[in-house]
């Protein structure tokens, strides 16, 4: 059982830059991976980015390729901490932050933080 929480989220301006944390007490072998999604009222949660824990492989997201360069995902391994550094935030990068946790080869997140709101102003 993964417990997951996470903090950094607040309100910013346009173009500034900010890091999400997730602290995940419970990570264990049988987590495999563990990734970022957001979510805006009325839209379904989406991918920002995911990381490979189990063997420290590298990171990757599957969200469309400008996302790879605004986007950074690194694990804590020592401290069991995944965090995420946002660059150049746009209004359009405002909403809920969620963090969770994976099992199985195939990344099957089965485990959700509460979430946090980031808000991105003028």
């Known amino acids: 059982w993964v417990q997951l929480v996470e903090s950094g989220g607040g309100s910013v301006q346009t173009g500034e830059s900010l890091r999400l944390s997730c602290a995940a007490d419970g990570v264990d072998d049988n987590v495999y991976c563990m990734g970022w999604f957001r979510q805006t009222p009325g839209k379904d949660r989406e991918e920002v980015a995911r990381?490979?824990?189990?063997?420290?492989?590298?990171?990757?997201?599957d969200a469309v390729d400008s996302w790879q360069r605004r986007f950074s995902i690194s694990y804590d391994t020592a401290k069991k901490q995944l965090n995420l550094r946002v660059t150049g935030l746009t209004p359009g990068d405002s909403a809920m932050y969620f963090c969770?946790?994976?099992?199985?080869?195939?990344?099957?997140?089965?485990?959700w933080g509460q979430g946090i709101q980031v808000t991105v102003s003028q």
């Open positions: 990381k490979i824990i189990r063997d420290g492989g590298p990171p990757y997201s």
């Open positions: 969770a946790a994976g099992i199985g080869p195939n990344c099957r997140f089965t485990s």
